[in-house]
């Protein structure tokens, strides 16, 4: 099954964290925290500025982003669980992925 986001929205798939902390303790499933980073799996064409012209999203398929904790809406498509979003949720992308380490 295809989807297709409308208007600023973008299909969002959660990049699961680390089990581990930086000193190695396991961090078991029910005090894990919901992971803000994710990959744009689809977008929408565009939102409409006020004078109806398209302007197209800044985020592409492909990104990896950082969101808000409770940002967006959760969905299930084809046993996914994939989250929907407006580009408005989105913090910002990550350039390069291997570079960005949470504090500890």
Known sequence: MTFRPLHDRILVRRIE????????IIIP????EK????EVIAVGPGARDESGKLVELDVKAGDRILFGKWSGTEIKLDGEDLLIMKESDVMGVIEDAGTLRKAA
């Open 17 to 24: 964290a680390d089990e581990k902390t930086a000193g190695g």
């Open 29 to 32: 499933d029910t005090a894990k």
């Open 35 to 38: 992971p803000q980073e994710g």
